[in-house]
């Protein structure tokens, strides 16, 4: 395979939503623009986002496909994706989700299986310290000072030609003074 070839991805099958979905969304989106709750209001900020990339690097086609993986996961797990993607100067925030009334920053890694050890490892504590500025900007700006915060990671290998294995792990690390 030469360089500049798009990786296939097998994506898992999934039940298509059901006839009314698209109107249940609409006004529960509608409720959530008016809603009082902070972290609802939230959903609807429009923040720096870097979402639009388009790069055909096979690298970029992958984390593109784990992040998409990743959200798909969460919301079947019964949690809100907010925001994906969102850029400060501080880094990136690769999922913003809610949980019940925790807010969730969800870092994303995704890798072929044998290449580069695990994904979750990728994590480490300069990257930590990233991911914990950029929470600290996101939670200023929307105001969410009054809310629960959790850092979870999401690990995904995805092999060549089969699904991929998502691997959840919930408060992944713990920030001292956030």
Request: aromatic share 6%; glycine share 4%.
């Amino acid at each position: 395979m030469t360089p500049m070839e798009t990786i296939p991805l097998i994506r898992p099958e999934r039940p298509k939503p059901g006839r009314f979905h698209r109107l249940r969304r609409l006004l529960a989106d509608l409720r959530s623009q008016c809603s009082r709750d902070p972290l609802d209001r939230c959903r609807w900020m429009r923040l720096p986002c870097s979402r639009n990339s388009t790069s055909d690097r096979p690298k970029d086609q992958l984390a593109r496909a784990g992040e998409d993986e990743a959200a798909q996961f969460l919301s079947e797990k019964g949690c809100a994706v907010l925001h994906r993607n969102v850029r400060f100067p501080e880094g990136e925030l690769d999922i913003v989700a809610r949980d019940g009334r925790t807010i969730l920053f969800v870092e994303v890694k995704t890798r072929r299986p044998g290449l580069f050890g695990s994904p979750s490892l990728a994590v480490h504590p300069g990257k930590q310290r990233r991911i914990l500025a950029a929470a600290r900007r996101f939670v200023f700006l929307c105001r969410l000072e009054s809310i629960a915060v959790r850092f979870d990671v999401i690990a995904i290998d995805w092999p060549e030609e089969s699904p991929p294995k998502v691997e959840h792990i919930p408060a992944a690390f713990l920030p001292e003074d956030f």
